[in-house]
C-alpha cells in the first residue's frame, strides 16, 4: 500500500462523512484515524528507506524491521476499517432505507 491510495480512501472518507452527515465527535474519530493512518505510512516508508540505505544484503535484522514497520500499518488499517463500518454502516442502511 503506498501513500497515495490512503490520501485516496481519507477524501473518499471526507466525501461520505458530509453524504451520510457524521456527527462533530465522529468527525473527530475519523479525522484522527485518517491522520494518524497517513503518518504512520510515513513511518513506515522512513523505515524501508532507511533499511534500504543501510545493506542490499538479505539481514534478518532488516527483514524484522521492515515486516514489524508494515505490520504496524496493517495492524492500524483493521483499526481503521473497523471504526468506518461502526461508524458508517448504520448511516448507511438508513440512507438507503
Ligand atoms: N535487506 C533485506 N533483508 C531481508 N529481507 C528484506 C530486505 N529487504 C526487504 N526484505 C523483505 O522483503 C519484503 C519487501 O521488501 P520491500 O523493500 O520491497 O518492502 P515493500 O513493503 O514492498 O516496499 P514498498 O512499499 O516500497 O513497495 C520486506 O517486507 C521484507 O520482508
Do not use: C, Y
Not at 4 to 30: D, N, Q, S, Y
Not at 51 to 72: N, Y
Amino acid at each position: 500500500m503506498n501513500i497515495r491510495f490512503h490520501v485516496l480512501v481519507a477524501v473518499l472518507t471526507i466525501f461520505l462523512g458530509f453524504t451520510l452527515k457524521v456527527t462533530p465527535t465522529e468527525w473527530l474519530i475519523l479525522l484522527l484515524t485518517m491522520f494518524v493512518m497517513i503518518s504512520l505510512e510515513l513511518v513506515n516508508t522512513a523505515i524501508e528507506r532507511t533499511v534500504d540505505l543501510v545493506t542490499d544484503d538479505f539481514k534478518p535484522l532488516a527483514k524484522q524491521a521492515k515486516d514489524v514497520a508494515a505490520g504496524a500499518v496493517l495492524i492500524f488499517s483493521i483499526g481503521s476499517i473497523i471504526i468506518g463500518v461502526i461508524i458508517f454502516l448504520p448511516k448507511a442502511i438508513r440512507f438507503f432505507n
